[in-house]
């Protein structure tokens, strides 16, 4: 499935922030969308994710409370809420679909184990 991002932007400490991850065909109720970073001279980390029936919400352990992931059905679009942003949130933030159903938290937090991936969004925190 083909994933656009959008959204990305430069923003102030403890502004918030809009990503739009948009899908080329439906997705719902077929693909878990899992929200990735990568910040210069790190490795890629697991944002936040929405499971395929919507019913699920995954968040890494930086990410509860200040994270969200709401969705719009008609528009095939995952969103990443952030707010409360911080310096170190600046990255590369990426979306990616995953066809396999009910495989747990753990499994969806991997990025290995997703299948399409958007070109990705920069987002910059800084004063």
């Known amino acids: 499935v083909r994933l656009v991002e959008s959204g990305g932007e430069l923003v102030q400490p403890g502004g918030s922030l809009r990503l739009a991850c948009t899908a080329a065909?439906?997705?719902?109720?077929?693909?878990?969308i899992g929200w990735f970073r990568q910040a210069p001279r790190k490795e890629r980390e697991f944002v936040a994710g929405?499971?395929?029936?919507?019913?699920?919400?995954y968040y890494g352990d930086s990410m509860k409370g200040r994270f969200t992931v709401p969705r719009d059905n008609a528009e095939n679009t995952v969103y990443l809420q952030m707010n409360n942003l911080r310096p170190e949130d600046t990255a590369v933030y990426y979306c990616?679909?995953?066809?396999?159903?009910?495989?747990?938290?753990?499994?969806?937090?991997?990025?290995?184990?997703?299948?399409?991936w958007g070109q990705g969004t920069q987002v910059t925190v800084s004063s």
């Open positions: 990616a679909a995953v066809h396999l159903k009910n495989r747990g938290s753990d499994y969806y937090k991997q990025a290995s184990n997703y299948d399409s």
């Open positions: 065909e439906r997705i719902f109720g077929d693909y878990t």
């Open positions: 929405i499971s395929w029936s919507g019913r699920n919400f």
